[in-house]
């Protein structure tokens, strides 16, 4: 099952850890979702999703307050004892010191942020749903061309580092060399990465590894990007029949999801990175409205029927 360490989180989101006494190394969060305590403080703990992120707000937070405190020791103690990953405070608010008795017996870590209920919900569950999503890796290159997340593939050997190189010289940014972790974070959106161990690097034949960042600067890298087309480099076959209008579009699917791809045939004397330019810039007019190829058809057709007349 896949996971996110919670020291992660609360580096990644700038929690303060109030318990420090107790280890966070080894707790792990596997669900997206998180949720408010509020029902629980009233002893309701059906339908109670114990793997959560638990939440303390304002609204919790005062109602707290108007507990007395034999019961808050019952109550506090049956949550902590729930096996929760941990509790966040909001709007920097502080536990009492019940809640920090019941937190230490439990090893149960609390934790604390100066966001608001609502705004920090949006932005950890969003945080969660990219680092949870079902995700595969691919053998390949992820560049930002005009903002266009395109992957190219293709057999080893073939060309993809050189067409990223080039494209980076042009100003274009990349995202990942070689390996490429794709996430599905929504029916609509694949998010591509890099694996830590090669981020930023690219491997040329002939002449070894490239700190991309460090060659042309940390404009020229990007740590994510969402995949809006994929290019396919193929060696070029006399026998086969390639699009030559563009009229159908064609698709590969990761995740079920699926996403344009051009098969693009490689010979001597073609700038793939022109090639590269051209198609994404011919991407971003087709989802604005343009498609240069129906636009030909129409005029074949009008022509067409000038001569009939």
């Known amino acids: 099952m896949q996971h996110v360490k919670l020291e992660k989180i609360i580096e990644k989101m700038e929690l303060v850890n109030l318990t420090p006494e107790i280890s966070v190394e080894d707790i792990k969060v596997t669900k997206t979702d998180v949720n408010r305590i509020g029902m629980q403080l009233t002893d309701f703990y059906d339908h109670f999703d114990n793997e959560r992120i638990q939440m303390i707000g304002h609204v919790e937070a005062a109602y707290m307050e108007t507990i007395e405190d034999e019961k808050k020791r019952v109550i506090y103690d049956k949550l ?14 502080k536990p009492d010191e019940i809640m920090l008795e019941a937190a230490k017996n439990n090893g149960v870590p609390i934790l604390s942020t100066n966001k608001t209920t609502s705004s920090f919900m949006a932005e950890i569950i969003r945080w969660l749903n990219v680092e949870l999503a079902p995700f595969i890796s691919v053998h390949g290159v992820l560049v930002d061309v005009f903002g266009e997340g395109v992957l190219i593939m293709g057999e080893s050997g073939i060309g993809k580092s050189e067409a990223a190189l080039e ?15 794709i996430r599905k974070v929504s029916d609509e959106t694949l998010i591509g990465t890099s694996p830590d161990i090669t981020r930023h690097f690219i491997e040329l034949r002939g002449i070894g590894i490239i700190d991309v960042k460090t060659l042309f600067g940390v404009e020229s890298v990007k740590e994510t990007q969402g995949i809006d087309m ?36 490689i010979r001597p004397g073609r700038n ?23 636009e030909l058809y129409n005029r074949v057709q009008r022509s067409f029927g000038k001569t009939e007349e």
């Open 80 to 93: 902590m004892s729930s096996d929760i990953p941990c509790l966040i405070y909001c709007r920097s608010l």
């Open 167 to 181: 494209l980076l010289k042009r100003g274009h940014r990349l995202v990942t060399d070689d390996v490429v972790e």
């Open 230 to 265: 994929v290019i396919k480099l193929e060696e070029w076959s006399r026998d086969k029949e390639y699009d030559r209008l563009g009229l159908e579009e064609q698709y590969t699917e990761f995740l079920g999801n699926k996403v344009v791809c051009h098969a693009i045939p």
């Open 272 to 294: 793939l990175a022109i090639i590269v330019e051209s198609a994404a810039v011919n991407h971003r007019q087709k989802k604005m409205g343009y498609n240069a190829a129906v």
